[in-house]
């Protein structure tokens, strides 16, 4: 079946430094990937996606590779800011045809020190 | 225009007690969708709405667990007989198609469900 495994938090970083968020994937066929972030008190809204082997998604500072043959997307971000304080998750979308539930991670909670 | 929006934001009731949770999906998205956020863990798929068709019921966690949708608009959750593990913040998000690649899905600020 289809799952989504990413690193147990919390991570706690001091300002401006670089942020590795490890997500690895198991699926059948080619799902599109995702990261959604939910800051306090917030629903949760994407932060990237990509929807191929060797796309890159990013976003405002956040990058995130799909690795068919790891089957991983990890999150990176070279410099992190207090403001990025908040719970990440990875998901996925499987894309057989009739197949729409997303499958998400536990999320990682991360916490940026100034 | 507006987002995917949730009533109540927070719920207090005693076990036993049915309760009713709303979604009010973003306009014109014909998916819709129920997740639960348990304190500490990822988010749970409770069941999926597409259109006319019928639903995907496969993640509620049992029959005290019902949800409907009317128009194919508004949803509503209801959890019957209430117990206390039910406590958590129960999600829900729409987006404009059933699935494919790389279909965003928008998600509201939760219902926050006590069960005392």
């Known amino acids: 079946g289809n799952s989504v495994t990413q690193m147990e938090g919390p991570v706690t970083l001091s300002e401006e430094a670089f942020l590795t968020i490890n997500c690895t994937y198991t699926?059948?066929?080619?799902?599109?990937l995702f990261w959604y972030v939910q800051y306090p008190g917030e629903g949760l809204q994407l932060l990237l996606k990509?929807?191929?082997?060797?796309d890159k998604g990013s976003n405002k500072g956040f990058e995130a590779t799909y690795r068919k043959e790891t089957t991983s997307f990890h999150l990176e971000k070279g410099s992190v800011q207090v403001s990025d304080s908040a719970v990440y998750f990875c998901?996925?979308?499987?894309?057989?045809?009739?197949?729409?539930?997303?499958?998400f991670g536990t999320g990682t909670r991360l916490k940026v020190l100034a | 225009g507006a987002g995917v929006s949730q009533s109540p934001s927070n719920k207090v009731t005693e076990k036993g007690k049915d309760v009713e949770l709303r979604c009010d999906p973003i306009?014109?998205?014909?998916?819709l969708y129920w997740y639960r956020q348990s304190l500490g863990q990822g988010l749970e798929f409770l069941i999926y709405?597409?259109?006319?068709?019928?639903?995907?019921k496969s993640g509620l966690p049992s029959d005290r667990f019902s949800a409907e949708r009317t128009g194919g608009s508004v949803s509503t959750l209801t959890i019957q007989r209430t117990q206390q593990e039910d406590s958590a913040v129960y999600l829900c998000?729409?987006?404009?198609?059933?699935?494919?690649?790389?279909?965003?899905?928008?998600f509201g600020p939760g219902t926050r469900l006590t069960v005392l």
């Open positions: 709405f597409q259109g006319n068709s019928a639903p995907d």
């Open positions: 306009s014109g998205h014909t998916a």
């Open positions: 990509a929807t191929k082997a060797d």
């Open positions: 699926a059948t066929g080619y799902p599109s």
């Open positions: 998901a996925l979308s499987p894309t057989t045809s009739g197949t729409y539930k997303y499958i």
């Open positions: 998000a729409s987006s404009s198609s059933s699935g494919g690649a790389g279909n965003e899905q928008f």
